[in-house]
Structure formats: C-alpha cells, structure tokens
C-alpha cells in the first residue's frame, strides 16, 4: 500500500511520541517490557503479574495498542496482547551523540519505581546517562568493562557507577545474549 510524505512522517512522529511516553511513565514501560519480555498476554494475565487493577490494566493496554508499540495477536475472548520490537536512533541537536531506544531501555525505565538506584540514577542523570549506563553494563556483563572505567569515562564516583551496573544487570541478562563465563 502506498502512502504520502505526510502521513508517513506523522506515522513517524506518532511511534516517537508514544515511545517517549514509555519513557515518561514507569508503569507504561513496564507494561510493554512484561510483554517483550515475556510474550503475548490477556488483560488478566497482566493485571495478575503487574498488580494492576482492572481499569488502569485495560486503559493502559488501550493506550499503548492506539499509540501502536501493542498488538493483539488474537482476536477471540480473552483478547492476547504483545509488543511490537522497538528500536530508535535519537541524534542529539548538536549531533554529537546518538542513543538507541530499545525494549531493555524500555525496561530499564519501567523498574524506576521499583528500584530506588535506577530511580536515583534517572534523577541524577536523566534518560539518556540510564541508556548509556545500560551500554556499559551489556560491556561489563560481557567482560570487556570494569566500573571503573565505566566512572572515569562518565565523569562519576566508582561507587556510582557499580551501583548502575548492578541494578541494570538483569535487565541486560533478560535482553541480550551473554556468556555466563564473562565479568
């Protein structure tokens, strides 16, 4: 099917919009990180794994099915619901970094309300330090970083540093291949 510039590009500008508010909303990321995670699930399914309640579960499935980062998988009662894949390069205006927006991102951001130094670290350093946090951490769970280089090349405490790389750490275990023999 063919489509115009312009509503391509608003299509664009819709799927940035909605990831920014995954990115905004801890209880929205998480939502869409059970599922990317885990796979398809009922509204129940998530109210049941999320200690949702049955409203905010439906309105926030609603939002994110309209706003196209959910898709139902199956139609018949009870509707099953997955996440699409996500992933967006961000240029900065001085184009002098780019961040990649992704599920364990996603995740990451999801957990903030339910893991203090995640939230500490948001605070602190914003979304994009908790992206490039998460880059150190698949680097460190992979062997080829050490907190402290991880410090010295943000500009922050050791202690910090090890404290982020800790609590990304099952994030990155859910998200990407990695060795169990590596750092």
């Known amino acids: ?5 312009n509503q391509a590009n608003g299509d664009l500008l819709r799927e940035f919009l909605s990831i920014a508010d995954l990115l905004e909303k801890p209880r929205l990321a998480q939502l869409y990180a059970y599922l990317a995670r885990d796979g398809d699930a009922t509204v129940q399914e998530l109210m049941d ?48 970094r780019e961040y990649t927006i992704t599920p364990a991102l996603i995740d990451a951001v999801g957990r903030r309300e339910t893991d203090a130094d995640i939230n500490t670290y ?3 350093h914003g979304i994009a330090g908790l992206a490039t946090a998460l880059t150190y951490t698949v680097e460190r769970e992979r062997g080829e970083m050490s907190h402290r280089l991880m410090a010295r090349d943000l500009d922050i405490s050791p202690l910090a540093a090890e404290i982020i790389l800790q609590a990304l750490r099952p994030v990155v275990h859910e998200h990407f291949d990695i060795e169990t023999s590596g750092g």
């Open 1 to 5: 099917m063919s489509r115009t510039t």
């Open 49 to 96: 794994a999320l200690d949702l309640p049955q409203g905010t579960a439906y309105s926030y499935v609603k939002r994110l099915v309209d706003a196209g980062v959910l898709q139902v998988v199956s139609d018949e009662p009870p509707r099953r619901y997955a996440a699409k894949d996500i992933e967006l390069t961000v240029t900065t205006a001085d184009g002098g």
């Open 122 to 124: 948001i605070d602190r």
